[in-house]
């Protein structure tokens, strides 16, 4: 999808965005988790929070709930945790839990594609509302959303029937991004992985 984008902007992008917090957070947590773990909450009754999603968001993703909050802890965890990196999509956590749950894929993995490919949203084509590096316009252009409910949405979907649900990032890595699928050090993987490690880790401490 994005492999000059990538190759060119990671290094950039892991020196400025691994701050005290997410070290501390990686030190309690250093437990290699390779595998995308399965989804157990699949009640489609589960509220989610709306809060700082525009309108159209609301109109467009959940006219079929009528109530939200943030009863998912994975929510809390995904709001905090994206909040922590400046991400833009911070108020949309509970899309990310939400899209997810419906298509049985991993809860992080979406988020911490979007902190490899571009900082969590930071570093993106404008107003695109692709932290992805998510290519699929006319002649392979970026791909361009009109909030980031929709392109979150999207990529979720394109996930899970493109790859499946059940793969790794390092499985994921050599069609997502060749170029890193060929280098030993398999710097995608390893970057997805780490913010999934992350992620862990701050459901594991939300009362901290």
């Not at 159209?56 to 079929?64: A, C, G, M, P, Q």
């Amino acid at each position: 999808y994005s492999i000059s984008y990538f190759l060119f902007l990671y290094p950039f992008i892991r020196t400025n965005t691994e701050s005290f917090l997410t070290k501390k957070a990686l030190a309690k947590d250093s437990t290699v988790r390779n595998y995308l773990t399965e989804l157990k909450y699949q009640d489609e009754s589960v509220s989610h929070a709306l809060s700082g999603l525009s309108e159209v968001d609301s109109k467009l993703f959940y006219n079929d709930i009528s109530e939200f909050s943030f009863s998912d802890p994975r929510i809390l965890a995904m709001r905090k945790f994206l909040k922590d990196y400046g991400s833009p999509m911070y108020p949309y956590a509970d899309v990310f839990i939400y899209e997810a749950d419906k298509y049985g894929l991993d809860w992080r993995l979406v988020a911490a594609i979007s902190g490899v490919e571009s900082a969590f949203g930071n570093i993106i084509p404008p107003n695109s509302n692709n932290a992805w590096g998510w290519r699929g316009g006319p002649g392979g252009a970026w791909s361009i959303w009109p909030s980031w409910g929709e392109g979150i949405a999207t990529v979720t979907r394109g996930l899970a029937i493109g790859y499946g649900t059940h793969l790794t990032p390092f499985q994921i890595e050599s069609t997502y991004c060749p170029p890193c699928g060929e280098n030993p050090a398999h710097p995608w993987a390893n970057g997805v992985q780490s913010y999934m490690n992350q992620l862990n880790s701050y459901l594991n401490n939300l009362d901290n």
